[in-house]
T-cell receptor, first 114, second 110 residues
């Protein structure tokens, strides 16, 4: 069975541009979460979506937005990119919306801002 | 909010046992997860604790004390492939997220 898939794997952008990252959850998983991971730190929570609705939002500016589609895939959008947005962006899926479900991570999208 | 503390780095010898500690502060604890992350790869789920006590899964065990806000991950019979970062993550009631520590980088030496 396929795990969580993310695209693209790598991306280079310049300041001020926008970017769209994509995630397909494990088949049957209805919850998708997005995290930002900077080198040497743990993942920082950005968003969680469950059944196409936003269930949680981390401490990120409004330049960050996301959505979940009827097939439970998800997109993360970042506008007006800053140098500090350079990071690994991880998508994680879980079976349902319950808090005790383990999350399964994709391999991430490595975003570099020049 | 939550504070999660883990040692930054640990070193151990192949075949030995190592214990990685995690302390946390939270207002509505609803579970603690351990993940393993190899350099350049995604985190992979190792264990989950929500009640006090020890959960054993092969060479890996995880312990939780809710009253002390403390957990540890125990790795036995260390192998070179166990060299990785180990992340502690806490869930709160009603929160659709896991809050992660910064991870403990374990280096296993021959």
């Amino acid at each position: 069975d396929a795990g969580v898939t993310q695209s693209p794997t790598h991306l280079i952008k310049t300041r001020g541009q926008h970017v769209t990252l994509r995630c397909s959850p494990i088949s049957g998983h209805k919850s998708v979460s997005w995290y930002q991971q900077v080198l040497g730190q743990g993942p920082q929570f950005i968003f969680q979506y469950y059944e196409k609705e936003e269930r949680g939002r981390g401490n990120f500016p409004d330049r960050f937005s996301a959505r979940q589609f009827p097939n439970y895939s998800s997109e993360l959008n970042v506008n007006a990119l800053l140098l500090g947005d350079s990071a690994l962006y991880l998508c994680a899926s879980s079976l349902g919306g319950e808090d005790n479900q383990p999350q399964h991570f994709g391999d991430g999208t490595r975003l570099s801002i020049l | 909010g939550q504070n999660i503390d883990q040692p930054t780095e640990m070193t151990a010898t192949e075949g030995a046992i190592v214990q990685i500690n995690c302390t946390y502060q939270t207002s509505g604890f609803n579970g603690l997860f351990w993940y393993q992350q190899h350099a350049g790869e995604a985190p992979t789920f190792l264990s989950y604790n929500v009640l006090d006590g020890l959960e054993e899964k092969g060479r890996f065990s995880s312990f939780l004390s809710r009253s002390k806000g403390y957990s540890y991950l125990l790795l036995k019979e260390l192998q070179m492939k166990d060299s990785a970062s180990y992340l502690c993550a806490v869930r709160e009631w009603g929160e659709g997220k896991s809050t992660f520590g910064d991870g403990t980088t374990l280096t296993v030496k021959p």
